[in-house]
């Protein structure tokens, strides 16, 4: 099988997690922490992340204890995510958790400043699935997106994480008109010579920062790929695995080993085949990346409640909340409280 088609999880199960609609939940995205090393335009306020004590976050025992419950809950897929993961003093631990509680598929999503110093160390710890944001091959855009990012750094930190053997890379393309809709092909050359596969996304208005680059920057999918095909050819359909998410997947016949894949949140609603949940670095599960809906485990976690306890409340309220599909809106109010950094993407 080639590398970029291989799936990375356990023997399918039936999982315990259940919405109304039919769909079973078996991914958790994990934030461990609300910080990051960029503030990227489309992400984070440009001032960044506003500050929240220690106390507030969840603590290592308490993230053990959460991917405990939702392993025995039929979870098999995690994804370790932030702000910035990396920077968590005790991702290692948190990855050996999930280990440890049988989870056969643990992935990371990192902006990869630090992965020339943590490529190696993921690796041995057993995470097999990595995804790197690189919005541009531009040093002046991507310092520009990043809000002082340098594109050096990352891609040494892609060629050593490579190196590395990490089994699964993906590069995170956020499509943005302006800024990196005149030099998709060159993305795609690049992750065509890493073999690595390569995803664009486009951007959802999610806090003031998502709004305002969605208002001034969107591209759809379906126009980002034919700018690709009229430099680089035709796009084929690619295999696409059970696990893959909610992206399209193509590939060029002359390159089966990297795929291109389209994430289209706003232009083709993917809500039909949803498996997923997030939790947050406070503790917070939210049901739906653009809705509200969600609760606090935190008041569970430190009060008296057990493991089953609190497995039949998450059980509960997956069931009677996870809305049928997303649906994304521009309100102030919320703008002011939820950004991407804090939802983990």
């Known amino acids: 099988m080639d590398m970029a088609q291989e799936v990375f999880a356990v023997p399918a199960r039936e999982s315990a997690l259940a919405d109304r609609f039919g769909r079973q939940i078996t991914y958790l995205r994990i934030s461990v922490t609300e910080h990051c090393n960029f503030r990227c335009s489309y992400c984070s306020p ?29 979870v098999r897929h995690m994804r370790f995510t932030g702000g910035e993961p990396l920077i968590h003093p005790y991702l290692p631990d948190l990855i050996a958790a999930a280990h440890q509680h049988g989870i056969g598929k643990i992935s990371i999503s ?13 690796q041995q710890s057993g995470v097999n699935n990595l995804n790197i944001s690189l919005d541009s091959l531009e040093p002046e855009v991507f310092a520009r997106v990043t809000r002082g990012g340098n594109l050096q750094e990352v891609l040494h930190g892609i060629s050593v994480a490579i190196s590395a053997g990490i089994p699964r890379i993906k590069l995170n393309v956020v499509l943005m008109r302006t800024e990196n809709g005149h030099n998709l092909a060159d993305l795609v050359r690049y992750a065509l010579a890493q073999h690595v596969d390569i995803r664009f996304i486009e951007t959802m208005p999610l806090g003031q920062a998502g709004s305002e680059a969605q208002n001034a920057e969107f591209l759809s999918a379906s126009e980002a790929k034919m700018l690709i095909e009229k430099e680089l050819g035709t796009l084929y359909p690619a295999f696409r695995p059970t696990d893959n998410g909610p992206a399209r997947l193509f590939q060029f016949a002359e390159h089966p080993r990297s795929q291109i894949g389209f ?14 949940v997030r939790l947050t670095a406070s503790g917070r599960l939210v049901f739906c990346l653009g809705q509200e809906n969600g609760m606090d485990l935190l008041p569970l976690l430190r009060g008296s409640s057990r493991n089953e306890e609190i497995a039949d409340e998450i059980r509960d309220r997956i069931w009677q909340d996870k809305p049928e599909r ?5 309100d102030p109010e919320r703008s002011s409280r939820i950004f991407m950094m804090r939802l983990g993407g």
């Open 46 to 74: 440009a001032e960044g992340t506003p500050f929240f004590a220690r106390k507030d976050h969840l603590q290592v025992d308490e993230y053990d204890r959460l991917i405990g419950v939702f392993a025995d809950l039929g």
């Open 110 to 122: 990192t902006n990869g400043l630090l992965l020339a110093r943590k490529a190696e160390q993921l």
């Open 263 to 276: 994430i289209t949140p706003i232009s083709e609603n993917f809500c039909a085949t949803c498996n997923r």
């Open 326 to 330: 997303h649906e994304f809106v521009t």
